[in-house]
């Protein structure tokens, strides 16, 4: 890039499949709350960027190896990620929830879990939440790099559950992927837009104002009610 912010092209990771907040269309275009947000942003502060549709794990990676500017990818703002990496203002609060296939009357429970198998998607809450309790409720957990594959591990039947981001799950069931939801959400971290540790606080602080702006002007309303009708 060119020394002054103003005018420069960011490079930022994200994720592949994380509707409503990254997917591509069947049109080919690659949209969703993020991408449009970070969108808005850049035409609102001058700056350019650049998505590199990474999948969530290696983007956070891309991200700590400076092989990438920032991250926006339903990232959760977690202390431990805050060791490594800079976050913005809150964008959107999600937590997580369980997952299983729409035609199983079987699980209603954690306790339903006992012995059998739990997808989780590598490097998310949803991960460190199953794993915080696979060992209370007796369940294993397989990993998978993308949501989809997580998905169909379910459906499929291998795995009896999954744990996602409320949000992401609402939406991939009304799209119907054919999970449900049995069990209520557990707390979950707010979602922010991340640089590395110290570095690029030029772009967090355009990242800030142009959200701030976003909200004022109702854009960022108008960027959700796109996505998420109520
Ligand atoms: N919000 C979750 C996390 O930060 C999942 C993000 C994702 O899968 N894109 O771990």
Do not use: H, W
């Not at 379910?154 to 981001?165: L, P």
């Amino acid at each position: 890039g060119t020394d002054s912010a103003e005018g420069k092209t960011y490079v930022i990771g994200t994720d592949t499949t994380f509707a409503p907040f990254e997917f591509t269309t069947e049109a080919g275009d690659f949209v969703g709350i993020d991408i449009d947000l970070m969108n808005a942003i850049a035409e609102d502060q001058g700056f350019t960027v650049e998505f590199n549709s990474l999948g969530f794990n290696a983007a956070v990676q891309a991200l700590e190896a400076g092989q990438v500017d920032g991250v926006i990818a339903g990232m959760s703002i977690t202390e431990e990620r805050q060791e490594k990496f800079d976050f913005s203002e809150p964008y959107f609060d999600s937590g997580v929830v369980m997952g299983i296939k729409a035609d199983n009357e079987e699980i209603t429970s954690y306790e339903d879990l006992a012995g059998k198998k739990v997808a989780v998607k590598i490097g998310t809450e949803g991960q460190a939440f199953a794993e915080s309790i696979k060992d209370q409720y007796g369940f294993t957990t397989v990993t998978f790099d993308d949501s989809n594959a997580m998905y169909m591990d379910v459906t499929a039947g291998n795995s009896v559950a999954c744990f996602e981001d409320y949000p992401v799950m609402g939406y991939a069931i009304t799209q119907g992927v054919g999970l449900k939801m049995v069990t209520e959400k557990e707390q979950g971290s707010s979602y922010g837009f991340a640089v590395n540790k110290g570095e690029n606080a030029e772009l967090l602080e355009m990242f800030n104002a142009g959200l701030a702006n976003l909200k004022e002007s109702g854009k960022y309303d108008e960027i959700l009610a796109t996505y998420i009708q109520e």
